[in-house]
C-alpha cells in the first residue's frame, strides 16, 4: 500500500485546481479547508495495490470556505464522479447534523455538499470513502 501525504493547508492563497494534495482556500482571509486537530486522525489517503484509494480522517471547513477540499493528482482519480454520505463530526444542536455528501470528479475535485457543508467549523469524516482509480 502506498501512503500518500496528507493535504497540507495552503501557506498562502492558492489555485488548489493547480496544486495537488494542497487544502483548498486562503488562509490570510480565514476562509480555507484544514485536516482535524482534535482526536480524530488528519486526513489523508492511501493508494492500494489493488487499484483502491482509500481516505482516512476528518476535514475541517474553517471560515466560509468554498465546498472544494482539495484535488487529487492524476493516476488517483475516478474515470466518472463518485459520490458517498459522509458524516458531520463536530457538535452541533441534536437533530440538526446531517449526512452530507462527498464527491470526486474525474479531475480531481473532492468536495463536500449537503446542507450542513456551508456551515462554518464543520468537520467530515472521510473515512468511508474508498474508490476505484479509473474505475
Known amino acids: 500500500m502506498t501512503i500518500k501525504q496528507q493535504p497540507a493547508a495552503p501557506a498562502t492563497a492558492i489555485d488548489c485546481f493547480l496544486a495537488f ?3 483548498c482556500g486562503n ?15 488528519w486526513l489523508g489517503y492511501s493508494v492500494e ?16 470556505a468554498g465546498n472544494v477540499v482539495f484535488h487529487l ?7 466518472a464522479t463518485v459520490a458517498f454520505s459522509v458524516p458531520r463530526t463536530d ?17 480531481g475535485t473532492v468536495f463536500v455538499v449537503g446542507t450542513d457543508s456551508a456551515t462554518a467549523g464543520a468537520s467530515f469524516d472521510l ?9
Not at 73 to 79: F, L
Open 21 to 23: 494534495d494542497t487544502f
Open 49 to 64: 495495490p489493488s487499484g483502491f484509494v482509500q481516505f482516512q480522517g476528518t476535514a475541517v471547513r474553517v471560515g466560509s
Open 127 to 135: 473515512s468511508g470513502v474508498r474508490f476505484r482509480i479509473g474505475g
Open 27 to 41: 488562509p490570510n482571509s480565514g476562509f480555507y479547508w484544514n485536516h482535524s486537530t482534535g482526536t480524530v486522525s
Open 91 to 107: 457538535t452541533c444542536v441534536e437533530g440538526s447534523c446531517s449526512q452530507d455528501a462527498l464527491w470526486i470528479d474525474s479531475f
Open 73 to 79: 493528482p492524476p493516476g488517483h482519480r475516478p474515470s
